[in-house]
Every structure is written in structure tokens, then in C-alpha cells.
């Protein structure tokens, strides 16, 4: 009985901080802004992005999360960017489906590339079918069954994101809206409606008779039931991105270290980084892994441009 009733307490906090976590788990936003900012969406105007994400967290550990996510992102007409994520996550019993979508406008003010974005996501978490046949379970237990059924919500987001000429960029974005509403309401939340946020800057150095970029960035993340953290990023590109290499120092919870290396062959891409948990929990497991391969198709130009329908 202690064991169910423990299985049951590990189901509610997973189920509570389901609503957040996607946040705080991915490494390589770096090169997919994607997962932490909607107003990314379609902002690369010239390309349609394919990305395909593995994470493994914390290998070696029974039950560590593992996670999978595939992701486009494209630019529609003259200033309308479209994107689209299905991500899942396995933590132990418990399996996570994510669907968003997101919507972004692009304006261009003389050399400054500014984004505004909203995505709408719907989550479902649930117990696996097995812990039925558990024999700890009593049959016709509501909270197991209703478990196993899954939890279900909707939530939204807001993003902004600039690119001045000189090859600075930063942008904030605001997740899980409608729960932090519902939170205000009931009040179990005293911060407001923009009580979180992720808040992305850096700047991108390019060299060009050596062939080389280097572009440091810091990321700010505050997000639902998740400590609050803070990345520091170095990402460096040589002989026109061909070879990427980076590293990352992540403050809070502990802190940890990661490596990224990639590569880029005509129109795909390759990211490959290793975290290393610089806490105690590191010697029970192997670090954690993340994998991202891309695709891009080049936008065709003389496309029909809707907003021709009204000049003149």
C-alpha cells in the first residue's frame, strides 16, 4: 500500500510540473529558437526548416526522461512566419504528448528584423497501461484509472524577437499563459500573468577573411514549477559552418556543463552535446544526451505574395 501511494504522489507532482518542463529540458535551442521563443517562427526568410530532436537525460538512470521531438518552421507570403512541434517524453511509467502550433509576423524596419509570435499547444500526460496489472493496484481505483486515461490541457504562449543589422539579437517569450491565468485566479499564484518568461540575447561575431563566426548568448529561464536557471552559451562556426563547436555553463539546480559539436553539408545539418551535471546525481548516472539533425528547403522565389491583391 505505501508503494501505491507513493506511485500515486510521483504521478500528481509529475503531473502538476508536466506543465512545464519541455521549457527547461532542451540544449540545443541554439540552433532551433523554435522551442523557446514562438516569434522565431518563419523568421529565417528565405528558408523552410526541418528539425528532428533526441534527448537522453540523465543515461544510465532507470527510468530517466527520454524525449522526441519533430518541428518545422517556414516563412508564409511576405511577413507571416507558420510553425509546428510534436513532442513526446517518457519519464519511468509516465509518458508526455505535446502539439503547438505557432504564428509569427515579421516587419522590417530599414536594417532591423523584428518578430511578434503566439503559439497554442495542447499537452496530455498519463500512466502507462501496465501499472493496471500491477498487483499493488486495486481494481476500480479513480485515481489510477483517471491516470491512466490521462490528463489533458490547453495552453498558449507569447514571443518577441529582434535582429539589429550589426548581428546582435535578443528575444522574450512568455509560456504557459492560460495555466498562469488559472493559477492567478484560484490563487495559487502571486507573480501575475507574466509571472515567467525566457529571456534570449547574444551577439554573432562574424570573421570573414578567416571564415570563422563566434557568437556568445545568454539564456534566462524562469518557467513554471522549474528553478530558476541560467545558460551561458559560446557557439563558434569554422570554414562557412562546416565545423560548429560550443559550450555551455547552465547556473542553478546545481549547475551544469555541456559540449556541442555540428556540422552543416549542403542542406542538412548536424548537432550532437553531452551535459554533465556538476551536483551529486552525477555519479548515479552517464550525463545526458541530445541529438538534432536538420533539414532546409530554400524558398522559391516569385511566389504569390497575397498582400499584391490590395496595393494600388
Not at 109 to 126: A, C, D, V, W
Amino acid at each position: 500500500m505505501k508503494k501505491l501511494l507513493l506511485l500515486i504522489a510521483c504521478f500528481s507532482f509529475l503531473a502538476i510540473n508536466s506543465n512545464a518542463q519541455y521549457e527547461a529540458i532542451f540544449s540545443h535551442y541554439q540552433v532551433n529558437k523554435l522551442l523557446i521563443n514562438p516569434a522565431t517562427a518563419g523568421f529565417d526568410q528565405t528558408n523552410h526548416k526541418l528539425f528532428m530532436n533526441v534527448r537522453n537525460q540523465w543515461s544510465g538512470f532507470t527510468g530517466a526522461p527520454e524525449s522526441y521531438s519533430l518541428s518545422y518552421n517556414g516563412p508564409v507570403g511576405k511577413s507571416l512566419g507558420l510553425g509546428a512541434l510534436v513532442f513526446t517524453e517518457k519519464v519511468a511509467a509516465f509518458t508526455r504528448y505535446r502539439m503547438q502550433l505557432s504564428y509569427a509576423f515579421r516587419y522590417n524596419i530599414k536594417q532591423t528584423k523584428l518578430g511578434f509570435g503566439m503559439s497554442t499547444e495542447f499537452n496530455r500526460t498519463r500512466l502507462d497501461n501496465s501499472i493496471l496489472n500491477d498487483p499493488l493496484y486495486d481494481t476500480g481505483d479513480q485515481i489510477i484509472e483517471d491516470g491512466v486515461d490521462g490528463y489533458r490541457n490547453f495552453d498558449a504562449s507569447f514571443g518577441a524577437y529582434v535582429e539589429l543589422p550589426e548581428g546582435t539579437f535578443f528575444g522574450l517569450s512568455m509560456p504557459n499563459l492560460i495555466n498562469n491565468k488559472l493559477d492567478e485566479i484560484s490563487g495559487e499564484s502571486s507573480g501575475g500573468l507574466f509571472n515567467y518568461y525566457l529571456f534570449n540575447a547574444g551577439h554573432r561575431f562574424a570573421f570573414d577573411k578567416k571564415n570563422v563566426t563566434i557568437e556568445p548568448s545568454v539564456l534566462i529561464k524562469k518557467v513554471r514549477n522549474v528553478p530558476f536557471l541560467m545558460d551561458l552559451n559560446l557557439k563558434a562556426g569554422f570554414l562557412d559552418e562546416k565545423l560548429i563547436a560550443g559550450l555551455t555553463y547552465r547556473m542553478g539546480d546545481g549547475g551544469a556543463l555541456a559540449f556541442l559539436i555540428g556540422t552543416k553539408y549542403k542542406n542538412f545539418q548536424f548537432y550532437y552535446s553531452y551535459d554533465a551535471f556538476m551536483g551529486d546525481f552525477q555519479q548515479y548516472n552517464s550525463g545526458s544526451h541530445e541529438i538534432t539533425v536538420a533539414y532546409q528547403i530554400k524558398r522559391k522565389k516569385g511566389g504569390f505574395d497575397r498582400s499584391k491583391k490590395y496595393r494600388n
